[in-house]
């Protein structure tokens, strides 16, 4: 297999030495061409349009101490009964809201055993703290970590993300600029622009494929 | 491919040639000598090498480039001073601006570069260097047009014929659904490839009906003989002619 | 899928003639154009965007052998682990050797071209491994045992009344012809498979050379999935698919998302850089990445054509083809159909197999004017036809023996003589003159003339449902005699 390797990479070397077809001045180009677009005056109210545009709920509020009356409110709003969120400090008052609830059945992710596997499957609603928001595209950046894996954001129906105002950048560009990234890129790291979606069928949208029917963000400070 | 799209264009030159095309000379010659006369209409001599024959888009779009090299070469040796060559035709326009370069090397395509340069489609030299006012003088018409694609994507030309029929008082300019979706012609894929070429310009030809329009113009003689033909055969009133003819028959004085 | 010449007249003219596949595409596409147009035109001057894509792709193309031994280098470094395919069957056999080890009895698959063109399915299954398709698009075509006939919308060609009815057919679902309904079914059946399944394949939108990252985007979740729940993901790419930069990024996505399905971003973007680590409590315990050739560096080698890998699947050029929206995916053969697949089918398969595909355009251009990667594609359509006309093989290099491989002794014979006629001034105007005085013999009245009853198989084809125009008694040559010659 090394032989292929070495066949494709050598056919690929004698073939680089065809000259570039036409000459290129991208870096500049796209210099250019971002400086013509509209200046981004407030990326909060850009962000919050972008979840607009794609039926995104939304909840400004002006701290964490909010959050578990914002939560709560949302877990009556769409019925849950049951929900799941990671062991991450910053969420301790919210699980102790959550666990007093009447009705609502609190799971704390603590490991990969089979059994969370199967929580996180059939609980009602998953919520994250989120490390990032882009406003150009209304996204949510997320870096899955111990306290809070991949599924907590996919697996249910319904996804409630906890994004600071201060984490909003303007673009994926500029988040890139502060070179988290680039110094040691984590395992996963993914943009949750909104609900699950698919327009397979005639063109018609249906939301909630295989990821959440739901998101709703709480965008906090 | 470029979208040979024009920064600048020169003042009114004394005298242009002009290229017929071999569409226009046999099936069209009307409306070529109404261009011409519309160019002599604002006092600039018209030059027509007799020897002219065709552009080489035929056997350049069927992969046959020898042949086409060979009557590229022999068209160009027509017109060798340096003034405009107008061409009423979107599509040999396009061979000629955009293609006759890649057909050579050297100073050869230096020299293609250069008459490539000097090349005109006829509706963009009337709007952009004659700067032509027209008087409508014709009977209230409705009016569609299809815009020919080598004329719209590969010149770049979107414009001016569109500006030219705005300026026909009595004509009224009818929106024709999907309008600059191909007509369905392609030169030998018409009849290379038959049934595709047969739904396109049904679709095309539905639209033009569906727009109201009572006469239908373009640019390209390839897509008027399309369209038109497919319309004359299901026996559509619609009058079919290229856009040089109507501004001629309109603009004449009585 | 085999591409033919005769077949493909086939199934064209059939194609145009299907009216609920008219029907289907016409409702579709145009719905996508629409989108693609908005969301182009809510940019400033996206015309240069499209320019800049283009030259983001150029630049990591030019470089492309020291970008992937990059990216194999990061890839590695962080566990992920590189295999080379130099074909279908390569990469088929690597994808089942890592299914054998892991005893893989179910594997669930993120919409790949890369597997369509492999055909992995089959392949797995012809070893006893259950594939499941999740993209909901890809899952109903293959409960209708069909090939996806559009790149982003696998299903684009069938309605909700045909998806209803194999759903109650091959699931045993009640009947219906709700879209929402019909999601949810797909839905519950999916999520058992994606928690029972030993392996997760998924294609690769970019594969980032600074970082090793792999770049997936969707809007289901069933990428995420896929390369979340099952022990092992495999990621498929063709070699053309490496990028340079993580900053390149945010720009090509900006074109690929707008440019398929009209979004801003498409819901998810998943960047993956390793298996997971200790510690973390989900993600495959195996990650692999098989870099698949199958052409793809003869391609590279030509300076012209190399721009066919620019591509980045998204589809524009299909939705705008007049030709691909009057027969949809299926008929061309192939399963990079459109335009793009006029380009990439003939220059994998061969001109002998394919070269008729590059005929079958009338390079009205539209599929250039939307490429967000700016593929000029009617000129590669032009130069394949050269190639496939072309008198001998000799110096062709990219084709070898397939140059001139369509090469007809009959039409080379046409265009030499109509070459020897054209540039003979006085025997064109004999001609012409020939011509018009055969048209004129004939009935006057109607359109109808001599013309119309010449039998060659062109004029035929032409008159099936057009009128030719008459030729003028006196040609343009004639009435600007007057006009000086020179």
């Known amino acids: 297999m090394s032989d292929t390797r070495e066949q494709i990479l050598q056919r690929l070397r004698n073939g680089s030495a065809t000259p570039l077809h036409r000459p290129n001045h991208r870096a500049e180009r796209e210099r250019e061409w971002w400086a013509r677009q509209p200046a981004m005056t407030d990326p909060a109210a850009r962000f919050l349009a972008e979840l607009d545009a794609v039926g995104t709920p939304h909840v400004e509020i002006p701290d964490w101490a909010a959050v578990p009356a914002a939560v709560g409110t949302w877990m009556a709003e769409y019925g849950v009964h049951s929900v799941m969120t990671g062991a991450v400090p910053a969420l301790d008052p919210l699980r102790q809201h959550l666990a007093g609830q009447h009705g609502v059945t609190l799971h704390t992710y603590t490991d990969g055993a089979l059994a969370q596997q199967e929580a996180l499957f059939s609980v009602d609603c998953g919520i994250t703290t989120v490390q990032a928001g882009i406003a150009e595209t209304g996204s949510l950046l997320l870096v899955p970590t111990a306290e809070q894996p991949r599924l907590l954001s996919l697996a249910m129906p319904i996804h409630v993300a ?44 249906s939301v909630g494929v295989h990821g959440p029917k739901v998101l709703l963000v709480a965008l906090i400070g | 491919m470029t979208l040979a799209q024009r920064e600048h264009y020169p003042p009114k030159p004394e005298a242009v040639y002009f290229y017929g095309t071999c569409l226009m000379d046999t099936l069209y010659p009307q409306a070529g000598l109404a261009a011409v006369e519309l160019i002599e209409r604002e006092g600039v001599t018209v030059i027509y090498p007799q020897d002219q024959t065709c552009c080489g888009q035929p056997p350049f779009n069927s992969g046959y480039r020898e042949e086409a090299r060979a009557v590229a070469r022999a068209q160009m040796a027509l017109f060798p001073k340096p003034i405009p060559v107008v061409i009423p035709s979107g599509s040999c326009g396009a061979m000629m601006r955009v293609h006759y370069p890649d057909l050579f090397e050297g100073a ?15 509706s963009e030299f009337m709007v952009h260097v004659l700067r032509v006012s027209l008087t409508d003088r014709g009977a209230p018409l409705r ?20 500006a030219l029929l705005s300026q026909l008082s009595g004509v009224e300019l009818r929106p024709v659904q999907g309008a600059t979706e191909c007509c369905g012609f392609g030169g030998t894929f018409s009849v290379k490839q038959a049934p595709i070429s047969e739904a396109v310009v049904a679709d095309k030809c539905r639209a033009v009906a569906e727009s109201g329009a009572e006469a239908l113009v373009s640019a390209d003689c390839g897509c008027l003989m399309n369209i038109g033909g497919a319309l004359a055969r299901q026996e ?13 028959e309109r603009t004449d004085e009585a | 899928m085999k591409p033919d010449a005769a077949t493909f007249a086939r199934d064209a003219a059939r194609a145009v003639n299907d009216t609920v596949l008219r029907g289907n595409l016409n409702h579709a596409l145009g719905q996508i154009r629409e989108k693609r147009h908005a969301a182009m035109a809510a940019l400033t001057d996206s015309e240069d965007l499209q320019q800049i894509g283009s030259a983001i ?42 299914a054998q080890r892991r005893g893989v009895k179910l594997a669930v698959k993120g919409k790949t071209m890369v597997s369509e063109e492999t055909e992995l399915n089959e392949h797995l299954q012809a070893h006893g491994i259950e594939v499941v398709e999740t993209d909901l698009g890809e899952y109903i075509v293959q409960l209708a045992e069909q090939r996806p006939s559009h790149i982003i919308a696998p299903a684009i060609h069938m309605n909700r009344q045909e998806i209803g009815d194999l759903f109650h057919d091959k699931l045993g679902e009640a009947h219906t012809v709700d879209v929402q309904a019909m999601t949810a079914m797909a839905r519950r059946v999916l999520r058992e498979k994606f928690q029972q399944a030993d392996m997760g394949i998924t294609g690769v939108n970019f594969a980032v050379a600074e970082t090793g990252t792999l770049c997936l985007v969707e809007n289901e979740g069933n990428g995420r999935m896929s390369t979340t729940v099952p022990p092992v993901h495999v990621a498929m790419m063709g070699l053309e698919k490496v990028i340079a930069n993580l900053s390149d990024l945010p720009t090509l996505l900006r074109l690929l998302t707008r440019s398929a399905t009209g979004q801003v971003i498409s819901t998810y973007v998943n960047w993956i850089a390793s298996p997971r680590r200790p510690g973390e409590q989900d993600g495959p315990e195996e990650v692999h990445v098989i870099i698949l050739d199958n052409g793809r560096s003869a391609i590279y080698g030509d300076g012209e054509l190399r721009d066919t890998l620019n591509c980045v699947r998204c589809a524009a050029c299909l939705n705008i083809c007049p030709v691909y929206n009057r027969i949809g995916g299926h008929a061309y053969g192939s399963i990079y159909s459109g335009p793009i697949g006029k380009i990439l089918t003939p220059q994998m398969a061969g001109l002998g197999a394919a070269g008729h595909l590059a005929g079958a355009s009338t390079l009205c251009g539209a599929c250039f004017e939307v490429c967000p990667v700016k593929i000029p594609i009617p000129d590669l359509l032009l130069r394949l036809r050269q190639e496939a006309n072309a008198p001998s093989a000799a110096g062709r290099a990219v084709f070898g023996a397939q140059a001139g491989a369509m090469r007809s002794g009959t039409e080379a014979m046409v265009w030499k003589g109509w070459q020897v006629l054209h540039n003979s001034p006085a025997a064109y105007r004999a001609m012409t003159r020939l011509v018009a005085l055969a048209a004129a013999i004939g009935p006057r009245e109607g359109r109808r003339s001599l013309w119309d009853h010449v039998p060659l198989k062109a004029l035929r084809a032409w008159r099936r449902t057009r009128w030719l125009p008459r030729p003028a008694e006196r040609s343009l040559h004639r009435l600007l005699r007057g006009r000086p010659n020179a």
């Open chain 3, 57 to 98: 792709k150029q630049e990591s193309l030019a470089r492309l052998p020291e970008l992937l031994e990059q990216l194999e280098e990061n890839l590695t470094r962080r566990g992920i682990q590189v295999h080379w395919a130099e074909n279908a069957a390569e990469a088929n056999a690597a994808v089942l050797a890592i």
């Open chain 2, 236 to 248: 559509s009133p619609l009058r079919v002619l290229p856009l040089a003819q109507l501004i001629k």
């Open chain 1, 162 to 205: 906890l994004l600071e105002r201060r984490a909003l950048v303007p673009t994926l560009a500029q988040w890139l600029e502060n070179g988290e990234y680039r110094g040691e890129p984590p395992s996963n790291l993914v943009l949750i622009s909104g609900a699950s979606r698919t327009a397979d069928i005639e063109l018609i949208l």
């Open chain 2, 108 to 122: 050869e395509r230096d020299q293609a570069l250069a008459f490539a340069g000097r090349v005109y489609e006829w």
């Open chain 2, 143 to 162: 009016v569609a047009y299809h815009p020919s694609c080598h004329l719209l994507r590969e010149l770049g030309v979107g414009d001016a014929p569109t």
